[in-house]
């Protein structure tokens, strides 16, 4: 199948400080990511759809000025989280299509907010 | 209000027997069907999907079934191997919309033993 990549696999940071995670196709191009968020033994929740060249569309409840989105060209795209806090202490993943049938998952962030 | 539900958190398994894992969807508007495996820590792999307009489909050890007029739908894997033991996430799409996110059940834990 697919890859798709996540950079970086685990980060934690201090409170207040903003984390980029980035997202890639590795030898696909896609229009369209996705980026979700687990809490332990949670189902994996939409938060955004990232549309390349486009603003990205928030799920209901996911605030857009907290978890910045940019999907700068086909193969890749980053969420930000802002002025991260302990409660955004997560398991980040993002998946891209590379057609309408399937989609496939980078291999997580684990974010840890101190 | 939970669209896709798999309701049991956990199934225990020995080698060689079969494994049933199932799932249920209340939106009748879902119309592709698709079964993750996940291990700790990592993203999840796409193992095989459904459309609506089919009842069965296999590959391999792993045949999924779906029954529209239930809103149910199963994964069966047989015959299971120590190597199976993963969470098992059901999703399910709205593909003829052309917008294919995903809503995924919270999982199921799946543990063959030797």
């Known amino acids: 199948g697919a890859v798709v990549s996540q950079h970086p696999s685990w980060v934690i940071c201090k409170s207040g400080t903003s984390v980029k995670i980035e997202c890639r196709s590795l030898?696909?191009?896609?229009?369209?990511m996705f980026w979700y968020r687990q809490f332990p033994k949670q189902s994996l929740m939409l938060m955004a759809t990232s549309n390349e060249g486009s603003k990205a569309t928030y799920e209901q409840g996911v605030e857009k000025d907290k978890f910045l989105i940019n999907h700068a060209s086909l193969t890749l795209s980053t969420l930000t989280v802002t002025s991260a806090h302990p409660e955004d202490s997560s398991f980040y993943i993002c998946?891209?299509?590379?057609?309408?049938?399937?989609?496939?998952f980078g291999p997580g962030t684990r974010l840890t907010v101190l | 209000d939970q669209q896709v539900k798999q309701n049991s958190p956990s199934l225990s398994v020995q080698e060689g027997r079969i494994s049933i894992l199932n799932c249920d969807y209340t939106?009748?508007?879902?119309?592709?069907f698709l079964w993750y495996k996940k291990y700790p820590a990592e993203g999840p792999t796409f193992l095989i999907s459904?459309?609506?307009?089919?009842d069965k489909n296999e590959d391999g050890r792993f045949t999924v079934f779906l029954n529209k007029s239930a809103k149910h739908l199963s994964l069966h894997i047989v015959p299971s191997q120590p190597g199976d033991s993963a969470v098992y996430f059901c999703?399910?799409?709205?593909?003829?919309?052309?917008?294919?996110?995903?809503?995924f059940g919270k999982g199921t834990m799946l543990l063959v033993s030797p």
């Open positions: 030898d696909f191009q896609a229009t369209t």
């Open positions: 999703a399910a799409s709205r593909m003829n919309s052309g917008y294919s996110t995903l809503t």
């Open positions: 998946s891209a299509r590379p057609n309408l049938n399937e989609q496939f």
């Open positions: 939106n009748s508007m879902f119309d592709y």
């Open positions: 459904i459309s609506s307009i089919k």
